[in-house]
């Protein structure tokens, strides 16, 4: 498999970016949900050619990736779990929840991926919907008040639908 890099369509998307934007660095963000969408990931290799092709420091970079959740630094699963472990969450048994996820996944620690490359999960801090506590992301989407079983209910069709 060939590593991520940042291809020419990629650069061509970028560049096209660039019209759509005042400032050159507000064009970060959708730079790497581009590249996080081809790759599912963004690598170190790549966020410095990013730096380099868009002539921003790399810190810059870094400082978005690092912010935001969303953006994945390693391979994630095919469904990625974001438990928000967050003080309003963890009163709405947000822990156990991760152990329960873990236990359907057979995952041990964050970062890993499961063999069928299904499942992966990380906890995160607040999602910034307390009122509906617990709060999980499973890639882009939010799913409030969630269970132990909501989350075996995903578990399951998501195994289901592989098989298909
Ligand atoms: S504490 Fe979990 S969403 Fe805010």
Do not use: W
């Not at 020419?8 to 096209?16: M, R, S, W, Y």
């Not at 935001?68 to 969450?89: A, I, L, S």
């Not at 506590?133 to 399951?156: C, G, L, Q, R, W």
């Amino acid at each position: 498999m060939t590593k991520p890099h940042l291809t020419d369509a990629l650069k061509a998307e970028i560049t096209k970016m660039y019209d759509k934007y005042e400032v050159r660095r507000s064009v970060i963000m959708p730079a790497l949900h581009a590249i996080q969408e081809s790759f599912g990931y963004i690598s170190k290799e790549v966020a410095d050619e990013l730096s380099g092709f868009m002539e921003l420091p790399r810190v810059m970079i870094e400082e978005v990736i690092t912010f935001y959740t969303m953006y994945h630094r390693n391979p994630v699963g095919k469904h990625h779990f974001q438990v928000c472990e967050n003080v309003t969450c963890c009163m709405f048994q947000a822990r156990e929840l991760t152990d329960h996820i873990k236990k359907l996944t057979n995952l041990k620690k964050p970062g890993e991926v499961t063999e069928d490359g299904l499942f992966s999960y990380e906890a995160v801090a607040c999602l910034g919907s307390c009122g509906t506590a617990p709060v999980v992301m499973i890639n882009d989407d939010y799913h409030e008040s969630f269970s132990e079983e909501k989350a075996t209910m995903f578990v399951e069709n998501a195994r289901g639908s592989k098989d298909e």
